[in-house]
């Protein structure tokens, strides 16, 4: 089941390229500009057909995105059928369109989940916007977000992300998720107790001796604060929604938005901390930027080390992380970076702001170009931060 959810969430993920790219691909023949190929990934190019309308379509090697050439892309090209030879609104409509695609997709998205079960994870999203008098939540647990090496779980074979059900002393029964795991421990301190949890599917029991309060408490005075079991739970619930589900599609995405850009902002500032480090030889500048770099964005690598564990928790936190993506490509690409839709667009409004001439096919070619290069090489170094980050 692990392995049909990982191969589905990369499919899904592939999709929101997809439909990103088709918005440019249906907006710009709306428009009577003339689409010459629809890449799937960036060159080099692994496979091409030529599809009826005389367009080609290909399949290239770096996963890094997708592409729609169309014809006489500079914004000074003048041919009949081509970008250039559109009008301003044409080419606002064009490159926005794949933004709206990717915003619709998270919106639809989110109010499914809100009608079906929309994951509430306090540890990804603090107060999460949701319709209190219309929210009822349908179930609750915890998983084994990080287990302590050592610790009373390790030595029982216990493993990150096994779900915790209940533990009981064979008189009291407490059910996990209902009850904090902090507090269900804390009940049966020093005792030896019968820990259920699935994996996998598979339901499994352990007989675990917990730590005493003496031991715990003396531990908080320490560097090492220890848990009676060991375990730091990743704690979620599943909420439904009725007649509120779209205003809580709308809120969440409110709220999702500004985060993402706080998480830009900060991740810009650790990356450009990695570099200074690099370049200045201080290693311990170098290392606190990578782990806020790391904990703000990911590279190929993380979405892919994302979906496989999303995908393990089920579809609903599959559909709820392929939304967020969704949102984030939108939110990426109305950004003023000129190799993405956003940054092609505010040139274009820029020359015509102040009635500047239009960009010549080189003055663009080499903005967007090295707009490209540096945007390949941020991507060139999240995925180096990923790799020790994952492994």
Not at 59 to 79: C, I, M, Q, R, Y
Not at 177 to 202: C, E, H, I
Not at 233 to 255: D, K, N
């Amino acid at each position: 089941m692990g392995t049909f959810m990982l191969i589905l969430g990369i499919v899904l993920f592939l999709s929101l390229v997809i439909i990103h790219e088709l918005g440019h691909f249906w907006v710009a023949k709306r428009n009577g500009v003339k689409p010459e190929e629809f890449g799937v990934f960036f060159p080099p190019r692994l496979w091409k057909k030529r599809m009826k309308g005389g367009w080609d379509f290909s399949v290239n090697l770096l996963p890094l995105g997708g592409f729609v050439k169309l014809k006489g892309e500079h914004d000074s090209d003048t041919a009949k059928g081509s970008f250039g030879a559109a009008t301003d609104r044409a080419k606002a409509k064009i490159m926005l369109a794949g933004v709206a695609l990717n915003l619709v997709t998270a919106l639809g998205l989110f109010t499914v989940l809100a009608w079906t079960g929309m994951p509430n994870i306090p540890a990804l999203i603090n107060n999460q916007f949701t319709v209190k008098s219309d929210t009822k939540v349908i179930h609750r647990s915890a998983l084994a977000g990080l287990v302590e090496p050592g610790s009373p779980a390790a030595k029982a074979g216990l493993q990150r992300l096994d779900d915790l059900k209940t533990i009981s002393n064979g008189q009291k029964t407490v059910t996990i998720g209902d009850t904090p795991l902090s507090q269900a421990t804390k009940q049966f301190a020093g005792q030896t107790v019968t820990v259920r949890y699935n994996r996998q599917g598979d339901s499994k029991a352990a007989k675990i001796t917990l730590l005493s309060a003496a031991t715990v408490e003396a531990s908080r005075k320490t560097s090492e604060p220890k848990g009676y079991l060991g375990i730091v739970p990743f704690e979620y619930s599943l909420q439904r929604s009725t007649w509120s589900a779209p205003i809580v599609a709308v809120g969440l995405t409110v709220q999702m938005t500004k985060m993402t850009l706080a998480g830009l902002w900060n991740a810009v500032q650790g990356l450009g901390g990695i570099i200074a480090g690099a370049v200045t030889g201080n290693t311990a500048a170098r290392q606190n930027a990578q782990t806020e770099a790391s904990s703000q964005v990911s590279g190929p690598v993380g979405i892919f080390m994302v979906l496989k564990e999303m995908g393990t928790l089920g579809m609903p936190f599959l559909l709820f992380i392929i939304a967020i993506i969704s949102l984030t490509l939108a939110i990426m690409n109305v950004l003023p970076i000129p190799a993405l839709d956003g940054g092609r667009l505010y040139l274009m409004l820029a020359s015509r702001l102040t009635k500047a001439k239009r960009l010549t096919p080189d003055m663009e070619e080499k903005i967007v170009g090295a707009s490209f290069l540096l945007l390949l090489g941020l991507i060139v170094l999240i995925t180096i931060v990923d790799v020790r980050r994952f492994f």
